[in-house]
């Protein structure tokens, strides 16, 4: 599962953002929530990475918006809960959160 959340960064990085939805959504997350369950950091992750992916194409539509939205706000109410306000991926989250609610705005 890490080994696979760093492919799907790296397929971001590359601007590969079908690949990289697909492989978390089909793949990953799947086998990181029946292995690792909701609240563990690494599907935590992972759901941050599908919202990146989402809200990075170039393509995206105002639903995929949404659904990052919806996702990044799930990924942050869960580390609030398990890893504190203040925990610095909760901050990354946080500010994830908010790139995706001004691009809502702007669409």
């Given amino acids: ?3 696979g959340s760093n492919a799907a960064a790296s397929m971001i990085h590359l ?10 959504r089909e793949q ?3 086998a990181a929530r029946r292995s690792l ?4 950091h690494l599907t935590l992750r992972l759901n941050e990475r599908l919202a990146t992916a989402l809200g990075s194409d170039p393509k995206h539509t105002r639903d995929d ?8 706000q799930d990924v942050v109410q869960r580390r609030r809960r398990v890893f504190g306000p203040a925990h610095p ?8 959160l908010s790139a ?3 691009m809502l705005a702007h669409s």
């Fill in 1 to 3: 599962i890490l080994s």
């Fill in 15 to 24: 601007r590969l953002y079908d690949e990289a939805t697909s492989l978390v």
């Fill in 28 to 30: 990953l997350l799947p």
């Fill in 37 to 40: 369950r909701v609240d563990h």
């Fill in 65 to 72: 918006l949404l659904e990052a939205e919806r996702i990044m």
């Fill in 89 to 96: 991926d909760t901050l990354r989250a946080e500010r994830n």
């Fill in 100 to 102: 995706v609610r001004t």
